[in-house]
């Protein structure tokens, strides 16, 4: 079963507005990752964090900005976001070993509107 | 460059039938990883298994089971006596060991499914 929770589910905003996406993981998981998803596309990787620090961003627009608190918690901020912007996103974590490719564990997703 | 194709965009079925989703790669890498999700309406990717390359054996679990060919690219997934519930998107994707130590999935476009009762 997942273990990585995301709030909130649903998120409408205006282009004006400032708002965050919280991930939320207990796997002991070090590394997370955000992803948007259009509508019947697949998902598409926005920001990896290994050991709490950023490894990759995949050339995301600054009006995205991802934060990693701690091991556990993935915050995405969001402003000034425009209306191709609305997607679902999606959290997901992993393991980090030294060899080999570890599986990604996704949570529910918040479904993001913007207006 | 790392390609996952899903040819089958779309398939319907009837319940109890059974169903198989291709699923074809290219990668140069040696090393390589295999995954199956399923995203049911509710939007949650589910894993559902991981392959690495150096192990070919088939595996089964319950009425879902692997076929994976390296012979030809191939790692295709088969539902046995399909249900409503098995209805979702299902994503093949795949990963590489690399230099780094995390795997970067690529997915394939998916494959919608529809059981109907």
């Known amino acids: 079963d997942t273990e990585v929770t995301q709030t909130p589910k649903h998120l409408v905003m205006g282009m004006t507005n400032k708002k965050s996406l919280k991930c939320e993981q207990h796997?002991?998981?070090?590394?997370m990752y955000w992803y948007k998803q259009k509508a019947k596309k697949p998902p598409e990787l926005m920001f990896v964090?290994?050991?709490?620090?950023?490894?990759i961003n995949e050339s995301v627009p600054s009006r995205f900005s991802p934060e990693c608190p701690n091991s556990s918690l993935l915050n995405l901020h969001l402003h000034a976001l425009q209306p191709e912007d609305s997607a679902l996103y999606l959290c997901?974590?992993?393991?980090?070993?030294?060899?080999?490719?570890?599986?990604?564990?996704f949570g529910p997703g918040t479904r993001l509107t913007v207006l | 460059a790392q390609k996952v194709t899903q040819a089958q965009t779309e398939i319907s079925v009837v319940e109890k039938e059974d169903v198989t989703l291709d699923c074809v790669y290219e990668?140069?890498?040696?090393?390589?990883?295999l995954f199956w999700y399923k995203q049911p309406p509710s939007g949650e990717l589910v894993f559902l298994i991981r392959?690495?390359?150096?192990?070919?054996q088939n595996e089964i679990s319950g009425r879902y089971s692997w076929n994976f060919q390296k012979s030809t690219s191939s790692f295709n997934f088969t539902i046995t006596a399909s249900q409503v519930v098995d209805s979702a998107v299902y994503f093949c994707?795949?990963?590489?060991?690399?230099?780094?130590?995390?795997?970067?999935?690529?997915f394939g476009q998916g494959t919608i499914l529809t059981v109907h009762p």
């Open positions: 796997m002991g998981h070090r590394a």
């Open positions: 997901a974590s992993s393991q980090v070993r030294d060899i080999g490719a570890d599986t990604q564990y």
């Open positions: 994707a795949l990963s590489t060991a690399g230099g780094t130590s995390y795997g970067k999935l690529t």
């Open positions: 990668t140069r890498d040696t090393t390589y990883y």
């Open positions: 392959r690495n390359s150096f192990d070919e």
């Open positions: 964090y290994s050991y709490e620090k950023l490894s």
